[in-house]
């Protein structure tokens, strides 16, 4: 797959085996399983069988994206879209390592992915989900324009879905 997107600070591509270390570390910060309800890898291996696996950029031509600083290379999460195919939904997501957050990283990912998503795959809509108070990711989806749509459980605990039409984006 050759889908990368590109930001003024950032560079977005597909999951690499290289990422399993750094996604390791991400997944094992009690925030992100706090927030999402993600359990950590048990191992590097598992990390690699997860990326290994990973078949959304082949299946829709979409999926969540290892996130790099630009102009260093170094590796601070990943930002996407995922078709969910059980409700024919395309959601956006984001996970941050923690030294990276409130940079205003996630939102500029974030941006790029929807941009992605309604230019490119030219999607008419784009929801984002997030437990009630994961009031950072919250945020994030109102600076790109996404609005309240009702409550939904996320992770097993009360979750918020937000959303963007296609015709709302700028």
Not at 60 to 76: A, H, P
Not at 133 to 143: E, H, Q, R, W
Request: charged residues 25%; neutral net charge; aromatic residues 12%.
């Amino acid at each position: 797959m050759n889908l990368q997107l590109i930001t003024d600070r950032l560079i977005m591509r597909p999951f690499l085996k290289d990422d399993a270390s750094p996604m390791m570390e991400l997944y094992a910060d009690d925030d992100i399983r706090r927030f999402t309800g993600d359990v950590p890898f048990n191992s590097l291996t598992d990390a690699e069988a997860f990326i290994a696996g990973y078949d959304q950029y082949e299946k829709y031509n979409m999926g969540r994206l290892s996130v790099l600083i630009k102009q260093s290379g170094e590796y601070i999460g990943w930002c996407g879209l995922k078709y969910i195919s059980d409700k024919e939904q395309v959601d956006i997501g984001y996970r941050l390592l923690k030294r990276h957050r409130g940079l205003g990283y996630a939102t500029e990912a974030a941006n790029a992915s929807l941009t992605f998503g309604f230019n490119t795959l030219m999607l008419d809509k784009i929801i984002g989900t997030a437990m009630k108070d994961n009031t950072p990711s919250i945020n994030v989806f109102t600076k790109l324009g996404m609005k309240y749509q009702y409550d939904q459980s996320c992770g097993c605990q009360p979750g918020v879905v937000y959303a963007i039409k296609k015709e709302e984006w700028k």
